[in-house]
């Protein structure tokens, strides 16, 4: 094989892989400057900071929640990828609580990360929705929260639905997931304003255009940041709703924030719990907020963290240059290997 076609066969499909991520997610709106703007259904937990062309970053809330008994309750939002400094952080916080109250939906008999046994238990099962985290987390050069956040911590509680019962709950409500990506086609179909909402790439027809934007994000310097921009940028344009997780009754949000909330007013029981936390999915927030109101607590205090570093480094080498400097050194490693005498082998001998 020629060194020619060695490199297409080592380029050509790293290439379409990084362009299908692009094309996925690619928002071609202008890179003028806007004022943070508030993230989908929980606007008051999850922001973008959005500087332009220079990056800026996406933020989620630790909003502190007090009773007048002294009481205090912090739901702190998170995203499930995010900068390894964005975990550590949580990290530090989540040992001045009594107890932290977290979601994750696992088998009864399931263990937690960080126990004995528990990477090959979940190596055992089928989890799309992991392989497409761990997709973005090498992508992205981003952290995986199953894998930093230490769930092995005396003060962790386990707030959340097992798996049978979730299961159980979407198929009695027909919210399975093929279920909701059915109606949300239909949705799609009747309704094309929302489709349009939906899909920042709905008015872009012209294909010549939509090479364009590729060809930029991939040579404009320190092209991983300007991918995690794009797409930070597009979880502030979709018009995200309820029905998408399956309505106001949803099992996704409703019933695990009921299996949340039975939990912490078992927590909040104990005198010795007087500072505790609920580490959730940001989408969870509002209706845990209606529902610590509803115990008798008012909104005291709110600090934003960051998630995602998106400031532009002039300096740093795109992402097309990483990948071509990557396949050149796969390219002549092999052909050194080759050109190694097999080992235990005499060399020939010619005989005159």
Same mark, same amino acid.
């Given at each position: 094989?020629?060194?020619?076609?060695?490199?297409?066969?080592?380029?050509?499909?790293?290439?379409?892989?990084?362009?299908?991520?692009?094309?996925?997610?690619?928002?071609?709106?202008?890179?003028?400057?806007?004022?943070?703007?508030?993230?989908?259904?929980?606007?008051?937990?999850?922001?973008?900071?959005?500087?332009?062309?220079?990056?800026?970053?996406?933020?989620?809330?630790?909003?502190?929640?007090?009773?007048?008994?002294?009481?205090?309750?912090?739901?702190?939002?998170?995203?499930?990828?995010?900068?390894?400094?964005?975990?550590?952080?949580?990290?530090?916080?989540?040992?001045?609580?009594?107890?932290?109250?977290?979601?994750?939906?696992?088998?009864?008999?399931?263990?937690?990360?960080?126990?004995?046994?528990?990477?090959?238990?979940?190596?055992?099962?089928?989890?799309?929705?992991?392989?497409?985290?761990?997709?973005?987390?090498?992508?992205?050069?981003?952290?995986?929260?199953?894998?930093?956040?230490?769930?092995?911590?005396?003060?962790?509680?386990?707030?959340?639905?097992?798996?049978?019962?979730?299961?159980?709950?979407?198929?009695?409500?027909?919210?399975?997931?093929?279920?909701?990506?059915?109606?949300?086609?239909?949705?799609?179909?009747?309704?094309?304003?929302?489709?349009?909402?939906?899909?920042?790439?709905?008015?872009?027809?012209?294909?010549?255009?939509?090479?364009?934007?590729?060809?930029?994000?991939?040579?404009?310097?320190?092209?991983?940041?300007?991918?995690?921009?794009?797409? @930070?940028? *597009?979880?502030?344009? /979709? &018009? !995200?709703?309820?029905?998408?997780?399956?309505? #106001?009754?949803?099992?996704? =949000?409703?019933?695990?924030?009921?299996?949340?909330?039975?939990?912490?007013?078992?927590?909040?029981?104990?005198?010795?719990?007087?500072?505790?936390?609920?580490?959730?999915?940001?989408?969870?927030?509002?209706?845990?907020?209606?529902?610590?109101?509803?115990?008798?607590?008012?909104?005291?205090?709110?600090?934003?963290?960051?998630?995602?570093?998106?400031?532009?480094? @002039?300096? *740093?080498?795109?992402? /097309? &240059? !990483?990948?071509?400097?990557?396949?050149?050194? #796969?390219?002549?490693?092999? =052909?050194?290997?080759?050109?190694?005498?097999?080992?235990?082998?005499?060399?020939?001998?010619?005989?005159?």
């Amino acid at each position: 094989m020629t060194v020619r076609r060695r490199s297409m066969v080592l380029l050509v499909p790293a290439v379409l892989t990084m362009a299908s991520l692009v094309a996925a997610r690619v928002s071609l709106a202008e890179d003028a400057p806007a004022p943070a703007k508030q993230v989908g259904l929980a606007p008051d937990f999850m922001r973008l900071v959005d500087d332009g062309a220079a990056g800026g970053k996406l933020e989620t809330a630790d909003v502190t929640f007090k009773r007048p008994d002294g009481t205090a309750v912090t739901l702190v939002s998170a995203v499930h990828i995010g900068e390894a400094a964005y975990f550590k952080g949580l990290n530090d916080s989540f040992k001045k609580y009594d107890a932290v109250l977290f979601e994750m939906v696992k088998p009864r008999e399931g263990l937690l990360p960080g126990a004995p046994g528990a990477l090959e238990q979940a190596a055992g099962r089928d989890n799309p929705i992991r392989d497409i985290q761990q997709m973005m987390k090498q992508t992205l050069n981003l952290s995986f929260q199953l894998d930093v956040v230490d769930y092995q911590a005396r003060n962790f509680v386990h707030a959340d639905l097992d798996a049978e019962t979730f299961e159980r709950l979407q198929r009695e409500k027909g919210q399975t997931f093929p279920e909701l990506f059915l109606k949300a086609m239909i949705k799609a179909m009747t309704d094309p304003d929302a489709a349009a909402k939906q899909n920042p790439l709905a008015g872009a027809d012209d294909p010549e255009q939509m090479l364009h934007s590729l060809i930029r994000t991939f040579t404009r310097p320190d092209a991983e940041r300007q991918l995690k921009l794009l797409l @930070a940028r *597009q979880m502030t344009s /979709i &018009e !995200q709703d309820a029905s998408m997780f399956g309505g #106001e009754d949803s099992v996704i =949000l409703s019933d695990r924030n009921t299996a949340a909330m039975k939990v912490l007013e078992k927590t909040l029981m104990d005198p010795a719990k007087k500072q505790i936390a609920v580490f959730y999915g940001a989408a969870h927030m509002p209706d845990l907020e209606k529902r610590l109101k509803a115990l008798g607590f008012t909104k005291a205090a709110t600090e934003w963290r960051t998630a995602w570093d998106l400031k532009i480094r @002039a300096d *740093q080498p795109s992402a /097309i &240059e !990483q990948l071509l400097e990557g396949a050149v050194e #796969e390219l002549f490693k092999g =052909l050194e290997e080759e050109e190694k005498p097999a080992q235990g082998k005499a060399e020939p001998v010619v005989v005159r």
